[in-house]
């Protein structure tokens, strides 16, 4: 016979024993897009202790619309081979333009992420971080419906080697950053540079290009990445982020030994 208070002490056990594992860790994402997802498939698969925090329900970022609610997305070439990777389907449209049904494309990315090692806490937002003083150490962090309900309760906090923003458009990590300590960033002005208007063919290189450390112990991956350096927005093609993922893993991972 089925008991409900069983059913209930299953889901909170099992959930806990997830949050305290994810209380000190190798590398901690925030934004569960394309960019934090790849990122953290790469990182898991590397045999990372790695956890993404994601604001909403649903993870996926702006990839399940494709385009104005369109859902096809289109990749290039270059991002064919992390396609492969995690089992997505494609269709070339034309030389170097190919399309994947979005909504595939996020169900795999999110899939092959958490069975390659991913932890995934959804609801959660990160409101700070932990600097120590020079680097960064770790998020802070509330449930999402704490802030939206504007509840004055304190966050929690967790540990982490490496931080990744890859909270997309609105880099809100970087912009933390920013505001606790101005000027320090690793771009120009040492402030968030802000993103440019649509230029897609520039914009996906430059995603690539600005996938890097912005902070001690702080990576950007994504379109985080180009609104921090000012690079232009790309629209629905989704190859730089998937890149632009894989690069930050493959750096945090020479990094982290
Ligand atoms: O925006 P998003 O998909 O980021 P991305 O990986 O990909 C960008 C593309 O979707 C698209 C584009 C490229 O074609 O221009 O926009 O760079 O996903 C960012 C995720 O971060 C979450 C947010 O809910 C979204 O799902 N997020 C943002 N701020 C926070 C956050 C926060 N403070 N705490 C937790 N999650």
């Known amino acids: 016979m089925l008991d409900e208070v069983k059913i209930t002490k299953a889901i909170i056990d099992r959930y806990f024993i997830k949050l305290n594992n994810c209380l000190e860790t190798d590398v901690a994402i925030v934004g569960g897009g394309p960019s934090g997802l790849i990122a953290g498939y790469y990182l898991a698969k590397a045999g990372k202790k790695v956890v993404l925090f994601e ?12 385009g104005m609610m369109f859902n096809e997305i289109v990749v290039q070439k270059d991002a064919l081979l992390i396609l492969e990777e995690m089992g997505v389907r494609y269709k070339q449209y034309e030389d170097d333009y190919y399309t994947a049904d979005s909504i595939e494309t996020v169900s795999c990315l999110v899939a092959k992420a958490v069975q390659a090692g991913l932890t995934i806490l959804n609801c959660i937002s990160i409101e700070d971080v932990i600097m120590r003083p ?7 962090l509330n449930w999402s ?4 309900a504007g509840l004055h309760i304190d966050p929690l906090s967790v540990s982490s080697q490496y ?12 912009k933390v950053v920013q ?9 120009p002005t040492g402030m968030i540079e802000g993103e440019k208007s649509m230029w897609a063919d520039k914009a996906e290189a430059l995603t690539l290009e600005n996938t890097k450390e912005v902070f001690p112990g702080l990576y950007i991956a994504g379109m985080a990445a180009n609104a921090t350096f000012g690079g232009p927005r790309m629209g629905p093609i989704f190859g730089g982020m998937l890149l632009s993922g894989e690069k930050v893993a493959k750096e945090l991972i020479a990094r982290l030994g």
């Open 134 to 140: 020079e680097r960064i150490t770790g998020l802070v």
């Open 145 to 148: 419906p704490v802030e939206m």
């Open 55 to 66: 604001r909403k329900l649903s993870i996926g970022g702006g990839m399940w619309g494709g």
């Open 179 to 187: 505001k606790k300590v101005p000027g320090r960033l690793n771009t």
């Open 163 to 174: 931080v990744i923003d890859a909270t997309g458009h609105a880099t809100e990590v970087v």
